[in-house]
């Protein structure tokens, strides 16, 4: 039992250099920067994605659905994606990089937030709790394709068709919560009272360009 936890620990911290999982920390950050201006509202959003991410990662990388996102047509869509996130973070890690020069210079930062509401309609609630969760499902699909150590895979895979459950759950959630150590580190940074605007900025901004260099680069 200790062996498997050692084994699903180890795995769990290589596989969180996962080029979805440094995404997953861009989208942290525009929901979280979202929910604040607008709603006020953090937590719920927010758990529901990482939950979402880890439970969609575990049913991407074991099981039947891994053959689903091995297959060439998803793989092809898959790089495509990949790219377009990639712009994407990339366009967003400049424009938080300007924000943080701008801030050093002492000017304001560029629009104003909007006044926050005390609440969001039932409507809007579900609006944003389902598309955090459908981000979420599909980044833990992308990353799928990124196992840099596939032997927790392959061992978990094995022990599953083989119905022993009892040898391959204890391994299961060490395993995703360890490789989640990128998303971890970033809510506990955003978590911090007084955080100075100009160091959420910069630390956004290397978020952003690491992602987007994970993103473009590793799948080009």
Not at 87 to 113: E, M
Not at 130 to 141: D, E, T
């Amino acid at each position: 039992m200790n062996d498997l936890f050692l084994i699903a620990s180890g795995a769990g911290l290589r596989d969180g250099l996962n080029p979805c999982i440094f995404m997953a920390c861009a989208f942290f950050i525009i929901q979280g920067l979202w929910l604040n201006t607008v709603t006020g509202q953090l937590l719920g959003p927010r758990l529901g994605f990482v939950m979402a991410y880890a439970l969609g990662t575990l049913i991407f990388n074991f099981g039947p659905a891994q053959i689903f996102t091995l297959q060439n047509n998803f793989i092809s869509i898959a790089k495509i994606l990949y790219f377009i996130l990639g712009a994407a973070a990339f366009v967003t890690g400049v424009v938080f990089f300007k924000d943080w020069i701008l801030n050093g210079y002492g000017q304001t930062l560029a629009g104003k937030p909007a006044e926050k509401t005390k609440t969001l309609s039932l409507a809007g609630r579900l609006s944003v709790n389902l598309a955090s969760i459908a981000i979420a499902v599909g980044l833990s699909s992308l990353s799928s394709l990124w196992p840099i150590n596939n032997y927790i895979v392959i061992l978990g895979n094995e022990a599953i068709a083989k119905g022993q459950w009892q040898r391959v759950m204890p391994m299961l959630l060490p395993y995703i919560i360890v490789s989640m150590w990128a998303l971890w580190i970033l809510w506990a940074f955003l978590s911090i009272k007084n955080l100075r605007p100009s160091l959420l900025k910069i630390v956004c901004a290397a978020v952003f360009f690491t992602a987007s260099s994970c993103m473009i680069l590793i799948f080009k």
